[in-house]
């Protein structure tokens, strides 16, 4: 089959506020490279909403990788072409044995219906046989988050004699606050991995009936009760030493990081895998972070520990991921995706989504 006339469709921000599915004119198939057919694609509304609000901090300032430091000039501008990373295609007009025609892999390459890849360019993560694709768009990027917030819980107990993603979690008292896709994935991967008890915090009535559908147990962030008390009475280890042995924070507000360190025992660790794009003004480091000399380490996916990179890779958090969507798909599949979305209906779809017009966990897009 040849590229002639093939037209790709692809959702992008074409200003704050602006949606558009764009055509654009299919290029060769590269050497070594090969076609990619989209069959489903996840939205992630915790980054992608941000383009669309004009809040995403790429958009008002770059981050200058050898420095570490904001303050460049802006690395995104609308329009925004690359929207998305929970894709999954088909193979098709492979110029690679690595990937054959027929082949259905995991990719990062945004909503569009069609795209070219290579190999040695792009993730692409081969599906296995039995595993219902539609959970593909977790195995890529979103799974391999989560996995990696479980990582770092490991190397914060164990530094570099990690062997297992159970190392930071077995036997232990986790929280997780936010209860969106990124906090139950994570709640399910330490309950995997052997955590002894494993509480799901948020405010949202919607999102904790999803968690309890999922067999985890539940806190309320908006009642009367205050859940660092409720765990912090309940979680006893010594006399002056209560609370959650680690606590993975998944909910991008500020307010979550308070919490998030008041649930935690004496000199724990908050691991942290949210994205705040408009800071964090309500973290009150003078409170429970300075008196009970607790810790906050970022878990974003851009890096594994400090140590591990020759023994955990992406690659490896990827087939962690393809574990638990082994053991927990069916539950997945019928209570954390609520809506399967046709690709013409993604515009109107993320601007309900952004203007709070329509709720849903997680969207997952066909093509």
């Not at 081969?126 to 768009?137: H, K, Y």
């Not at 010594?238 to 307010?255: E, L, S, T």
Request: proline share 7%; aromatic share 6%.
């Amino acid at each position: 089959m040849s590229d002639a006339g093939i037209i790709d469709r692809n959702l992008i921000v074409a200003g704050p506020g602006r949606l558009e599915i764009a055509e654009v004119p299919a290029e060769p198939v590269p050497d070594g490279g090969f076609r990619a057919r989209t069959l489903f694609s996840g939205i992630s509304t915790g980054t992608e909403l941000t383009f669309l609000k004009g809040t995403n901090p790429a958009l008002h300032a770059g981050f200058d990788p050898a420095l570490g430091l904001f303050g460049a000039p802006p690395e995104q501008a609308y329009p925004v072409h690359r929207l998305g990373y929970m894709e999954v295609a088909e193979v098709e007009q492979s110029r690679t044995p690595a990937f054959p025609d027929g082949t259905v892999v995991a990719m990062t390459y945004g909503h569009r219906t069609g795209y070219n890849g290579h190999p040695l360019r792009d993730r692409v993560v081969p599906l296995p046989a039995g595993l219902d694709p539609l959970l593909g768009v977790y195995v890529a990027h979103m799974g391999p988050i989560c996995a990696n917030g479980l990582l770092h819980a490991a190397a914060d107990r164990y530094g570099q004699d990690v062997r297992s993603l159970a190392d930071g979690v077995r036997g232990a008292r986790v929280a997780v606050v936010g209860a969106g896709v990124v906090g139950l994935l994570t709640a399910l991967f330490a309950r995997s991995h052997g955590a002894a008890s494993v509480v799901v915090v948020d405010p949202t009535p919607q999102r904790l009936e999803i968690a309890s559908a999922l067999g985890l147990e539940v806190l309320s962030s908006k009642g009367e009760e205050d859940p660092a008390v409720t765990l912090k009475t309940r979680w006893r280890h010594a006399d002056g030493d209560r609370g959650a042995d680690v606590v993975f924070q998944c909910r991008g507000q500020a307010a979550a990081l308070h919490l998030a360190l008041r649930l935690l025992r004496p000199q724990g660790t908050v691991i942290d895998l949210a994205f705040y794009p408009g800071g964090a003004d309500e973290v009150r480091l003078g409170e429970e972070f300075h008196h009970n000399g607790l810790g906050v380490r970022c878990a974003q996916i851009g890096r594994v520990p400090r140590g591990l990179a020759h023994s955990w890779d992406r690659e490896r958090l990827s087939a962690a991921t393809i574990d638990l969507l082994r053991a927990e798909g069916d539950a997945i599949r019928k209570h954390l995706v609520t809506a399967v979305v046709p690709f013409a209906e993604a515009p109107a779809l993320l601007t309900d989504l952004a203007e709070r017009r329509r709720q849903e966990m997680q969207v997952v897009l066909s093509f």
